[in-house]
């Protein structure tokens, strides 16, 4: 028998468990967790916990009994801070040890801070876990105006509870336009007006490059020497891979921990899943880190089949979605590098998708309220993604019947 | 509490007291119903919630929306009585509801 240590009991942690355990592994298996709580979901923490829709207790992904079914051994307030690849051990941030036989990181990320002085002032908030969201949910009931720092998923996600909840709202976003680095002008163009119809105030181009908190307030200041004040400030501005601990043990590290199509670090007997992956995957042609729920799911399955020595290689086409008041955004695969952007559909009726191309092929596709052509989008990018450019363009053609048919 | 009885690839039973206001999947879930998986948590995303309403519920349980119908699309044996039980909410109405889940993985 042998055992197998999980370092971080997020999503990706909680489905290696799980995976090793259906895949028949009869040894030990301890997931490591810092933040004292089972593992949870972190995409209502943006949505529906926010808006006080959903109880904490909602976002458990599975029960305590479960994991007693399972014989996984949780150790949920015990941060691994060392990790010895020679001797087989780790240590715990309470003076533990443990051996292992074999690992897995599935340490997820954390936010990138702001690097400005007054930026400790605790009404300037950032959101990852649960006691991130308690605490903006908490200090919403009080504010009246915020100011969101960062126009992508997470800060536009803030940006619409806000608004729901009657707030004042400002987003700063550096790029000229919103989520620049994921979606096509189009899309960004058709965000912008969902928020500006519904009272949001945005300063594209614009960084903030001083803070002076008050006591009544804290007062902004951006690079074009835009003033503003806010009750709340909430930053969204990118995460860093929670890669240290593995970077220390001496395995290679870029914009995460490198692993290959099978999940596995330079050491074939040590993996790595979820948001702290660097991954060079044979599916695309540059190494990605992809942060979603849809990777760390896939990504923890197929490190769980190499831990059993029964390898898949990782070949699931990445997905996403973000909600936004009543709109509802579906992306499918990775559209770095595409040389086109076609539209289907008319994004004044809020309805649309957008389909990258790079050459003939399809890289990626965002569905704007358009859910069936998201689903088609998947099984056609599951399939290679050729669609001559002119039916993806016509909002007449059947897609689904067009891609069972390919 | 409406009892909901959860029926798993294998036959077994499981009957459920299972709160107003949750979820059919959540449902599944706090009592470890194998095979609904739920990956995406009830976002309507992932289609691992699959099951079968029982033929004697159809009408009280009702169709699926746009997105279900869609989403529904990626499920593995998709059947006139497929529904995401992400998205059924349980209600005094469902009191003694048979669901059968479907093959999730
Ligand atoms: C607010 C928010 C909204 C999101 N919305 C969406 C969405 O709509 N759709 C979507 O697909 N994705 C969304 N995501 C992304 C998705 O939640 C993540 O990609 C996913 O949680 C990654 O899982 P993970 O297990 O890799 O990392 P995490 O969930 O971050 O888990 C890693 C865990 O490891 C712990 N840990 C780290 N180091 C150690 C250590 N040394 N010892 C012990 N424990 C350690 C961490 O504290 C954490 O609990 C959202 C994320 C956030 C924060
Ligand atoms: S839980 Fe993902 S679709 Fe129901």
């Known amino acids: 028998m042998s055992s197998i240590a999980i370092i971080g009991a997020g999503q990706a942690g909680m489905q290696l468990a799980d995976s090793l355990r259906r895949g028949g592994f009869e040894g030990s298996v301890i997931l490591y967790g810092d933040e004292g709580s089972l593992p949870y979901q972190r995409p209502p923490l943006s949505k529906q916990f926010l808006l006080g829709d959903l109880e904490a207790s909602r976002l458990n992904f599975r029960p305590i009994a479960h994991y007693e079914k399972l014989a996984v051994t949780l150790r949920l307030d015990c941060a691994v801070t060392q990790v010895d690849l020679q001797t087989r051990t780790l240590a715990m941030a309470n003076g533990e040890q443990a051996a292992f036989d074999?690992?897995?990181?599935?340490?997820?990320?954390?936010?990138?801070?702001?690097?400005?002085?007054?930026?400790?002032?605790?009404?300037?908030?950032?959101?990852?876990?649960?006691?991130?969201?308690?605490?903006?949910r908490e200090r919403l009931a009080t504010a009246r105006r915020v100011v969101i720092i960062g126009g992508g998923f997470i800060g536009l996600e803030v940006a619409a509870v806000a608004r729901t909840l009657g707030k004042e709202v400002t987003v700063l976003e550096a790029q000229t336009r919103l989520m620049p680095r994921v979606v096509a002008p189009v899309v960004s163009a058709y965000f912008e007006a969902?928020?500006?119809?519904?009272?949001?105030?945005?300063?594209?181009?614009?960084s903030l490059t001083a803070l002076a908190p008050t006591s009544s307030a804290l007062g902004l200041t951006t690079a074009s020497a835009t003033y503003l004040e806010a009750d709340l400030v909430v930053v969204g501005i990118g995460v860093h891979p929670n890669l240290e601990l593995a970077a220390a043990a001496g395995l290679?590290?870029?914009?995460?921990?490198?692993?290959?199509?099978?999940?596995?670090?330079?050491?074939?007997?040590?993996?790595?899943?979820?948001?702290?992956?660097?991954?060079?995957?044979?599916?695309?042609?540059?190494?990605?880190?992809?942060?979603?729920?849809?990777?760390?799911?896939?990504?923890?399955?197929?490190?769980?089949?190499?831990?059993?020595?029964?390898?898949?290689?990782?070949?699931?086409?990445?997905?996403?979605w973000s909600d936004q008041y009543d709109v509802k955004l579906q992306m499918v695969g990775i559209s770095t590098g595409f040389e086109a952007a076609i539209v289907r559909g008319n994004p004044e009726t809020g309805a649309f998708s957008v389909f990258y191309y790079l050459g003939e092929r399809v890289l990626a596709v965002d569905s704007i309220n358009r859910p069936a052509e998201h689903m088609a989008a998947r099984r056609l990018l599951a399939s290679g993604g050729l669609l001559a450019k002119e039916l993806a363009a016509d909002p007449a053609a059947d897609l689904k019947t067009i891609i069972e048919k390919n | 509490m409406p009892k909901i009885t959860y029926v798993d690839l294998d036959g077994a039973k499981f009957e459920c007291e299972v709160a107003n206001g949750l979820s059919v999947m959540e449902g599944a879930i706090a009592n470890m119903v194998p095979g609904i998986l739920a990956i995406c948590g009830g976002s309507c995303a992932c289609s691992t919630c699959h099951a079968y309403?029982?033929?004697?519920?159809?009408?009280?349980?009702?169709?699926?929306?746009?997105?279900?119908?869609?989403?529904?699309?990626?499920?593995?044996?998709?059947?006139?009585?497929?529904?995401?039980?992400?998205?059924?909410?349980?209600?005094?109405?469902?009191?003694?509801?048979?669901?059968?889940?479907?093959?999730?993985?």
């Open chain 2, 53 to 105: 309403i029982d033929e004697a519920w159809s009408a009280q349980v009702g169709a699926a929306n746009d997105i279900e119908d869609a989403t529904l699309d990626l499920a593995n044996e998709r059947r006139p009585q497929s529904r995401l039980t992400c998205q059924i909410q349980v209600t005094p109405t469902l009191d003694g509801l048979v669901v059968h889940v479907a093959k999730n993985d």
């Open chain 1, 252 to 320: 290679p590290c870029e914009g995460g921990i490198v692993v290959n199509e099978f999940a596995c670090t330079r050491d074939p007997t040590v993996v790595a899943a979820g948001d702290c992956t660097w991954q060079r995957n044979i599916l695309f042609e540059r190494p990605h880190r992809l942060e979603s729920v849809q990777n760390a799911v896939d990504q923890a399955k197929v490190a769980a089949a190499s831990l059993l020595e029964k390898p898949v290689a990782y070949s699931q086409v990445p997905w996403f």
């Open chain 1, 102 to 136: 074999r690992l897995a990181f599935t340490t997820g990320a954390r936010v990138r801070k702001l690097a400005l002085p007054g930026a400790e002032d605790p009404r300037v908030c950032y959101l990852r876990g649960i006691t991130d969201a308690q605490a903006i």
């Open chain 1, 194 to 206: 969902v928020h500006n119809q519904r009272g949001v105030r945005f300063l594209l181009g614009e």
